[in-house]
């Protein structure tokens, strides 16, 4: 199946700091979503973005799915943007469809 | 908009006992998911469904069991509860067109602890 990796693991910002997270799969993919895990374990999804680059306020996200990779942009880092961090992915080939598959996640910390 | 709804938030079980998590979403997707994730870990999908009747494993299937006889409900049964199923349980939903999956709406989880 497809894998997904996410870098880096852990991150400690402080506030107003920008910062580049990344996620790399194996496999075509045509489905590619980002979340928020906040602290209390919440999970809002953040971007649908299968290609292409797509910005919300001060997050924004590119994907160049021709070399399987997804970058999440946080620029102004704030307290509340603190959680984690998850990349997933899914394909309709192959008899896999619907199946998503998430990344392990990266940790940001903001600090004031 | 209630979205997706998990029952319980919270659980004890002892082991060998059996339970069923509830998940219900009122926003007509088609495809559904129960994931889990253990501490410090990210989601692991269980089983999921691409419409009422139909359902397929996911990579971490064994002990559990689902239904999908509605559209809006896909319960997910833990049968003869082991120490290793403590964990959080996600459902989620997503519509879908075309063949394309989209947009992943979660619950807000449910927390087993099996002892």
């Known amino acids: 199946g497809i894998q997904v990796e996410q870098s880096p693991p852990d991150l400690i910002l402080q506030e107003g700091a920008n910062s580049t997270l990344r996620c790399n799969f194996s496999?075509?993919?045509?489905?590619l979503q980002w979340f928020h895990q906040n602290p209390w374990g919440q999970l809002i999804n953040l971007f649908y973005i299968p290609s292409g680059t797509k910005q919300n306020g001060r997050l924004s996200a590119t994907t160049v799915a021709t070399e399987r990779y997804s970058l999440l942009y946080i620029s102004s880092s704030q307290t509340t943007d603190s959680g984690v961090y998850f990349c997933?992915?899914?394909?309709?080939?192959?008899?896999?469809?619907?199946?998503?598959?998430f990344g392990k996640g990266t940790k940001l910390s903001v600090k004031p | 908009n209630a979205g997706v709804t998990q029952t319980p938030k919270f659980r004890i079980l002892k082991i060998g006992q059996s339970m069923t998590l509830q998940c219900a979403q009122d926003?007509?997707?088609?495809?559904m998911y129960w994931y889990r994730q253990d501490p410090g870990m990210g989601l692991k999908l269980i089983y999921y469904s691409v419409g009422a009747g139909i359902t397929d494993k996911g990579e971490v299937p064994n002990g559990y069991n689902v239904s999908r006889s509605t559209t809006e409900d896909f319960p997910l049964r833990l049968e003869l509860a082991a120490p290793s199923q403590t964990s959080v349980y996600f459902c989620a939903s997503t519509p879908s067109a075309g063949g394309l999956v989209g947009e992943l709406f979660f619950g807000e989880g449910s927390r087993l602890t099996v002892l």
């Open positions: 496999d075509s993919v045509n489905n």
């Open positions: 926003m007509n997707h088609n495809y």
């Open positions: 997933a992915v899914g394909s309709n080939y192959g008899g896999s469809q619907g199946n998503l598959i």
